[in-house]
């Protein structure tokens, strides 16, 4: 299940920066020339910190979009509102 976002302060639709921590179990594979390969990690816990518009800046109109309002717009980029700036 991928989290959707939407900034209501700007509209944004599509660039967040999001702080998360998780809680993962690993194995660890060390080569004998002391490389290390991280084979079947598994997230055991993980939780969202904070979520900032990459647009506006703002973290505090971010909302969390649920899948009724995701299937309602898929067809929209975020970049069609009005003030939008610019892909860079």
Do not use: K, Q
Not at 27 to 33: A, C, N, R
Not at 46 to 52: F, H, K, L, M, N
Not at 61 to 70: C, I, K, M, Q, S
């Amino acid at each position: 299940m991928v989290t959707r976002y939407r900034c209501t302060a700007c509209g944004n639709l599509t660039r967040f920066d999001v702080v998360t921590t998780r809680r993962t179990r690993a194995f660890h594979h060390y080569t004998v020339g002391g490389d290390l390969r991280v084979e079947d990690e598994a997230v055991l816990d993980e939780s969202v910190d904070e979520v900032t518009c990459r647009w506006c800046g703002t973290g505090t109109a971010v909302e969390r979009l649920d899948d009724a309002t995701v299937g309602a717009t898929a067809g929209d980029d975020g970049a069609s509102g009005a003030g939008a700036p610019e892909a860079t």
